[in-house]
């Protein structure tokens, strides 16, 4: 298998930015989706195509959808320390339609999306057939999708060492996947 091997440390410092976070939040409040939607320019709703109303924050660069039960999904986020942040700003914006919530709001992470680089050159074609989870259609599309076994993350894996890390519900989550990536692409060179 063609992964460059330069003594290298499964344990070195972790390359990878957090792309995108998305979270959802309950406000706990009603929101009549027209009336807000006729009382804020930043919004889209089409209730044939989509249930719920699509608000933009441009200053925040985070979009969420709102739904009449008070329920949101909040998208654009770049880190878990942001969620809060962005919900009450979300809040704010309901708030110059009149919509008032008193009581705080949950919110949960839903999925973190991260991109970074093991520091391994990768062939993808010998990976597809040693990781019993991988996916590789090179004609369809350049990366190999590798879902890890018995968890929720899932890989997207470039030839330049270059991934894609989606499905983690925190940032501890990223590091050891990623980690645990990493010892596994090494264990396959080694076999």
């Known amino acids: 298998m063609d992964i460059s091997l330069k003594k290298v440390d499964i344990t070195?410092?972790?390359?990878?930015?957090?792309?995108?976070?998305?979270?959802?939040?309950?406000?706990?409040?009603?929101?009549p989706l027209e009336k807000v939607a006729t009382k804020l320019s930043n919004t889209e709703y089409n209730p044939e195509q989509f249930p719920g109303l699509v608000l933009r924050l441009t200053s925040l660069k985070v979009t969420a959808l709102v739904f009449s039960s008070g329920k949101i999904v909040v998208t654009g986020v770049k880190s878990e320390q942001a969620v809060p942040d962005a919900v009450k700003a979300i809040q704010k914006e309901l708030g110059k339609a009149n919509i008032k919530c008193t009581k705080a709001p949950t919110m949960k992470v839903?999925?973190?999306?991260?991109?970074?680089?093991?520091?391994?050159?990768?062939?993808?074609?010998?990976?597809a057939f040693s990781l019993p989870t991988a996916e590789y259609e090179p004609e369809q599309f350049p990366g190999l999708v590798y879902k890890v076994p018995n968890w929720h993350i899932t890989f997207l894996l470039f030839s330049t060492g270059k991934i894609v890390c989606t499905g983690a519900k925190n940032e501890s989550e990223i590091v050891k996947s990623i980690k645990d990536l990493r010892k596994t692409l090494l264990n396959v060179k080694t076999k």
Do not use: R, W
């Open 12 to 31: 070195k410092d972790i390359n990878y930015t957090i792309q995108n976070v998305v979270a959802s939040a309950s406000l706990f409040v009603d929101v």
């Open 110 to 127: 839903e999925n973190m999306v991260a991109s970074g680089d093991i520091g391994l050159k990768l062939n993808l074609t010998e990976l």
